[in-house]
Nanobody
């Protein structure tokens, strides 16, 4: 079965850093475009970043551009999101998903999410 399992969330100070991981199984990860999306309390899903199967092409939402970096290790079936210069507005449940710009859980495969809280 297809599985996407996020980890690495937690509490960070404003200006701090966290690295999220997504372990994939049950499909050909190396052939799949992947995304990170997030959902803050009372808000809808917000696409954050996406990367092509070969990792050459990457896209970022304006809200995180210059602060977050998406990467992947296809040999380990793992997707990463390096989050630097964190802001309170980054507080959300973060999901990994298949697709380059995953914005709805009606499409593709999604993990269970990992919570990121940025607070002083």
């Amino acid at each position: 079965q297809v599985q996407l399992v996020e980890s690495g969330g937690g509490l960070a100070q404003p200006g701090g850093s966290l690295t999220l991981s997504c372990a994939a199984s049950g499909f050909t990860f190396s052939s799949a475009s992947m995304s990170w999306a997030r959902q803050a309390p009372g808000k809808g899903l917000e696409w954050v970043s996406g990367t092509s199967a070969n990792s050459i092409i990457t896209y970022y939402a304006d809200s995180v551009k210059g602060r977050f970096t998406i990467s992947r290790d296809n040999a380990k079936n793992t997707l990463y999101l390096q989050m630097n210069s964190l802001k309170p507005g980054d507080t959300a449940l973060y999901y990994c998903a298949t697709g380059l710009r995953a914005t709805t859980k009606q499409n593709g495969y999604w993990g269970q999410g990992t919570q990121v809280t940025v607070s002083s």
